[in-house]
């Protein structure tokens, strides 16, 4: 069977070229598709200009509502620097707390950040899982705010009883930005987890990991302890 000659690129381009007629026939279908289809394209285009008219509408809209939410919760942040919980949470009676905040505006970053503020207020209370509930929603790119979270997260399942999510949490602490001074901490605290879950080889080795990272930390004699302590149990 004989093969198919295709033409190449540069012969068709040759050939238009030299019946102007070719191309005139060409513009005029497309003239006439365009006209056919006119409300096809029509609505494409009115979909597209709504589309991003949304868009602007969404994050201007955010954006307002994030500064009007800033400015409300100002007062309820220094009711929770003084200690005073109740009123950060609920209110004033003229100014609101910050449940209100994240109710009212929620997808704002002053409503992210309130979820933080609540949660740490009912880790306080003893609320743990009022506590887990409002940590899970909060994000931050700020490292140090952010592993803070994770830790209070764990200490909120701790309380509860739930090690597996607690170790989880304290995991991403100690991996979220590690540093000198908070990632022992959290060691320390994952390899109470650990202990507590039974799993004692983790916890040797979380303790051992103080000892020889984070020598100069304020847990570094605490892990020594603990170490040898659980060494020992696990050799009987």
């Known amino acids: 069977m004989a093969k198919k000659k295709t033409k190449k690129a540069s012969e068709v381009e040759y050939e238009l070229l030299e019946k102007p007629e070719e191309i005139a026939g060409r513009l005029e279908r497309g003239e006439l598709f365009i006209k056919k289809n006119s409300r096809v394209f ?11 008219a949304g868009i602007l509408y969404f994050q201007i809209d955010k954006q307002n509502k994030n500064e009007k939410a800033q400015a409300e919760m100002f007062q309820a942040v220094y009711y929770f620097e003084q200690d005073s919980t109740e009123l950060a949470l609920n209110g004033d009676g003229s100014n609101v707390g910050l449940l209100r905040i994240v109710d009212q505006y929620g997808g704002t970053d002053a409503a992210n950040l309130s979820h ?3 949660g740490s ?12 509930d409002h940590l899970k929603k909060f994000s931050s790119s700020d490292y140090f705010v952010q592993a803070r979270a994770y830790s209070l997260l764990g200490d909120a399942y701790m309380e509860l009883g739930n090690t597996k999510d607690a170790i989880s949490q304290y995991k991403k602490a100690i991996d979220h930005k590690e540093n000198k001074f908070f990632t022992p901490r959290y ?4 390899a109470i987890a650990y202990e507590e879950a039974g799993d004692f080889d983790n916890a040797i080795k979380t303790y051992s990991t103080i000892e020889d990272k984070y020598f ?3 847990e570094f004699t605490n892990a020594r302890k603990h170490k040898a302590r659980l060494e020992g149990l696990a050799s009987k």
């Open 42 to 52: 029509g609505g494409i285009l009115i979909v597209g200009i709504l589309l991003i």
């Open 116 to 118: 933080f503020y609540i």
């Open 121 to 132: 207020i009912y880790m306080s209370n003893g609320e743990f899982q009022k506590a887990v």
């Open 187 to 190: 060691l320390n605290k994952l």
């Open 216 to 218: 100069e930390s304020f």
